[in-house]
């Protein structure tokens, strides 16, 4: 009894070690709601890159208006000299999602002509994943001669709160009658979840509406509209929730979404262990 204990502590503090270290990547959307595009400034998204820091794992952004701009990660020779002409890879589809997945410095810029120059490009250096120290185990206490009651743990947390690009790489737009339902069909989505709706500002809007406007793609009544990408909407209540286009036809051409939002994870800890008692005095 006093092994099979021990065992389960052991393999209770493996689980709390593994969870503690953990790392969730980030997304970062490139510019913020500037997008990625000529800036106001040279030094724009030095500035915006400043204050936050990368690492394996995490996620770039790039949302910038088809035909109009690219994005090209470079060395830092065609960086500084704006010579997109031999990238290591370039996107031309909007949003570009570029995961880091090597550490080192990571140069980014816009292959068409001028845009480089006027300062639409980015350096970034990016780190490995950290990871917390272990948990130390616990020294076990003696074990008493007579059988004790095992402990039973409580269920811990599965996840944390996850981040939906709506659409993935397609984005927010026309796709067909089912393609958004098609998107959300395998994933459970959580209170606390973030959705982001990616698009083109001024072709697409998101709006949420209720389940009889959403069935007859009526948007003329919204519970809420954003006109802004990339729009970040985190999901507080549990519930139905539907999203469409407002913009004419777009409904009816399928850019519409409603998905099922359970309740939010509740973390929990190990139920503590019985008190061990002393083996009781033998009597004369």
């Known amino acids: ?45 030095s500035n915006w890159a400043a204050n936050k820091t990368f690492v394996v794992g995490d996620i770039l952004v790039f949302n910038f208006t088809e035909n109009r701009h690219d994005v090209a990660e470079v060395t830092n020779s065609a960086y500084d000299a704006c010579n997109g002409t031999n990238p290591i890879f370039r996107q031309t589809s909007s949003p570009a999602n570029i995961t880091l997945q090597t550490v080192g410095e990571h140069y980014y810029i816009c292959t068409f002509s001028g845009h480089c120059n006027a300062g639409q490009k980015l350096a970034i250096n990016v780190s490995r994943a950290s990871s917390s120290a272990p948990v130390p185990a616990p020294a076990l206490a003696p074990q008493p001669s007579s059988p004790s009651p ?105 850019q519409k979404l409603s998905i099922n939002v359970t309740g939010g994870n509740s973390t929990r800890s190990l139920s503590p262990l019985p008190a061990c008692l002393p083996p009781s005095p033998l009597s004369p």
């Open 1 to 45: 009894m006093a092994r099979k204990l021990d065992m389960v502590l052991f393999a209770a503090f493996v689980a709390l070690t593994i969870l503690h270290t953990s790392a969730v990547a980030t997304t970062y959307f490139v510019g913020d709601s500037s997008n990625w595009g000529i800036p106001s400034s040279s030094n724009a998204y």
């Open 150 to 254: 095992s402990s039973s743990l409580a269920p811990t947390p599965t996840r944390g709160n996850q981040t939906y690009t709506v659409g993935d790489t397609s984005g927010w737009t026309v796709l067909g009658a089912s393609a958004y339902q098609t998107w959300a069909s395998n994933k459970t989505f959580l209170v606390g979840d973030i959705l982001v709706f990616n698009f083109a500002n001024g072709s697409h809007d998101v709006a949420e509406v209720t389940k009889e406007n959403y069935n007859s793609c009526n948007t003329n009544s919204t519970i809420s509209l954003y006109t802004n990408p990339p729009v970040r909407i985190t999901l507080d209540t549990a519930g139905e929730h539907f999203f469409t286009c407002p913009f004419p036809g777009h409904c009816d051409g399928g």
